[in-house]
């Protein structure tokens, strides 16, 4: 959960430019450091290199009776659409206690993992999505305060033009697809 | 390829803390913001929060002939022990690109990628492994400089006590676990 900042539309979460050393409050100069490849925000005050990193979003589909709990956003961006249960990969946890954790937070449901099933770059914003399949394990749910609703939908009844991110939308499109003959398979592809 | 820094001997590359806002310079507190479920660097000065989370280590198991090239450490940590070519994945490339990218910069060698094959928690320090099969286009390579020397390995060659990473022993062993009847297939695991 990470609420207190309002995203752009197109979703994304890129990292501010970083202008002070966030270990003295130096101003940083953009240069890179011998043996690098990459500009780093360098402090020419105490040497600390802050480096940026791509970001994981971790969450799940969750599945009872072959349809898919889907929560419809109580937060920008996308307010009103149609998500999974995901978000940022917090330290100090693991890809699946960290699906497991958006899960409950965003969709309140009690769910045990099935394995993964997409890894999915979105290249511009620097974002890895890594998204579970899920086993309902009860069919009740409480969403959290950033959902305004969840519901199960059978691939017919999908709201596919309310479909939050594109992402999203192509995870479902896929596992659907592929829920036909019940032969699931590791789903990689990119989202420009 | 990010070489500038020593890490410490368990091959911790874990964040530093936060002292300073990385935007305004201001010394920073650690509060969990409104509608946030962690604490987070606040900064009271402009309201800037900078968050931070794990990082993904990307790579390849280059593959000539069913051996696989491993590289001998030119840096710390863990100098002289043998590894995959792998690294800090970068913001701007997708995970695919990344891998190919650290397989050039460390292997010096050309590969075609065959798939994602393990991704791998490192949960103490917050890291994710996502290693790729590739194919060696041709069997020639030139190390960089953060590699002493690189060579191919069949599963009886392979220096088992002088691996450098646990995640990269774990790997290795899976791989030729199943490379016996080449039906190889995505391996999650967790290394604490």
């Given at each position: 959960?990470r609420?207190?900042v309002v995203l752009p539309d197109n979703g994304a979460m890129h990292p501010s430019p970083i ?22 925000a ?10 940026e990193n791509p970001r994981n979003i ?19 961006p ?10 940022f ?32 770059n979105v290249r511009p914003v620097s974002q890895v ?63 420009d």
């Amino acid at each position: 959960m990470r609420r207190a900042v309002v995203l752009p539309d197109n979703g994304a979460m890129h990292p501010s430019p970083i202008l002070h050393c966030n270990r003295c409050g130096a101003a940083v100069v953009q240069r890179v450091p011998e043996g690098d490849s990459h500009p780093r925000a360098v402090c020419p005050a105490c040497t600390h290199i802050q480096y940026e990193n791509p970001r994981n979003i971790v969450g799940t589909l969750p599945v009872w009776d072959g349809r898919v709990l889907l929560c419809r956003r109580a937060i920008e961006p996308r307010y009103g659409l149609w998500t999974l249960p995901a978000g940022f990969m917090e330290l100090g946890e693991t890809t699946d206690q960290g699906a497991l954790r958006e899960t409950r937070e965003e969709a309140g449901v009690d769910v045990e993992l099935e394995g993964l099933y997409c890894v999915a770059n979105v290249r511009p914003v620097s974002q890895v999505y890594l998204l579970y399949r899920a086993r309902i394990v009860q069919p009740s749910w409480q969403p959290g305060i950033e959902t305004l609703e969840a519901a199960l939908f059978a691939p017919d009844q999908v709201p596919w033009d309310q479909i939050a991110f594109r992402t999203v939308h192509e995870t479902l499109r896929r596992y659907f697809a592929q829920s036909a003959d019940g032969r699931f398979t590791l789903q990689t592809f990119d989202v420009d």
